[in-house]
């Protein structure tokens, strides 16, 4: 599934899902003008890779990125660091990891998602992280009583 995300620097077609499989063939995998990464299951949440998407294809946008590849700076603006092999060590994925697909134009997110379909099996389509969970769990239960 892939969202439209409106942002005030411009549209984000974004796929994110949590994912169990081998995450090499998606870091390995390349489109041009698109993100498309595997990181750790630590950073499942759709929403913190919707901002780092967006800040990413900005700063790539406007040549003021850190790293050369929009996949590494997308990985930095994750993190918040500025130090490529720590963001690099930090987000490294393992068996069961955070599987992100963004760019401005859906044929981009499209075919990054026709790369990586095969490769792992999908687990949750834009997941939120458990503490966001359990904190809007208990709001919505406070609001009912």
Known sequence: MIRRLEHWSGPLYLHCSL?????????EA????????????????????????????????ENR????????????????????????????PDRTFTAVVASREKERVEEGLKKIEKTSEILEAFPERDDLKRLLTRAAAVDVE
Not at 68 to 79: G, I, K, P, Y
């Open 65 to 92: 990125g850190l790293a050369r590849s929009l996949d590494l700076e997308f990985l930095l603006r994750l993190l918040g660091t500025r130090q490529i092999s720590e963001a690099v060590k930090r987000a490294a």
């Open 30 to 61: 390349s489109v041009p003008d698109a993100i498309v990464q595997a990181v750790s299951r630590r950073y499942a949440d759709h929403r913190l890779a919707a901002s780092a998407a967006v800040r990413a294809l900005r700063a790539h946008e």
């Open 19 to 27: 994912r169990r499989g081998d995450p090499e063939p998606i870091i």
